[in-house]
């Protein structure tokens, strides 16, 4: 394939075909419970056919709205420079999808994490489960955008579009 395709497909996140033309987000997540023991907020994120469990930070914390979004692939700029899921709308480009660190929720604020498995202190082995994730996606590309779908909130009713907006006119990036 001539470079220039490539750096197209890549710019403008994969064919109509890659990115689920008929207008269905590539990745779905919910929240699968009200909390762990520890605090943690348990849920599924699932692309085709496999699922991962997942955990979030919790209630006190910022946490993104049910909803339909564009994720862009890239690679946080705050604490570890590890590859990310980053949710690509002004006013919520903080919030992430990438491993926790020693899989725990104390190192999400805001994000989610996905595991390869899951018990009632929350998830392990989420560094691998990120990988998988990206596999999942076609690999890990720079600049990539995939679509996702938030089935519920922590708490609250607050929509995806009146979060932005809030989040916007308060001066989040």
């Known amino acids: ?9 890549v710019r403008t996140g994969g064919t109509l075909n890659e990115r689920g033309g008929n207008g269905m987000a590539e990745i779905t997540f919910k929240r699968t419970g009200g909390g762990n023991g520890n605090g943690s907020i348990p849920g599924e994120l699932t692309i085709g056919a496999k699922t991962w469990p997942t955990i979030e930070r919790g209630v006190a914390y910022t946490f993104v709205r049910k909803g339909e979004y564009t994720l862009k692939m890239d690679v946080k700029v705050t604490g570890r420079k590890v590859n990310c899921l980053r949710f690509d709308h002004e006013g919520i480009r903080t919030h992430l999808i990438h491993d926790a660190l020693n899989d725990s929720h104390l190192n999400l604020q805001g994000c989610i994490a996905p595991g390869t498995s899951f018990d009632i202190k929350g998830i392990q082995g989420s560094a691998a489960a990120m990988l998988e994730v990206f596999e999942a996606l076609g690999g890990f590309v720079i600049g990539r955008t995939r679509t996702i779908s ?24």
Request: charged share 35%; hydrophobic share 30%; net charge negative.
């Open 1 to 9: 394939m001539p470079a220039g395709v490539l750096h197209e497909e």
């Open 150 to 173: 938030i089935g519920n909130n922590i708490a609250g009713e607050e929509s995806g579009e009146d979060w932005m907006k809030r989040r916007k006119d308060a001066g989040k990036y």
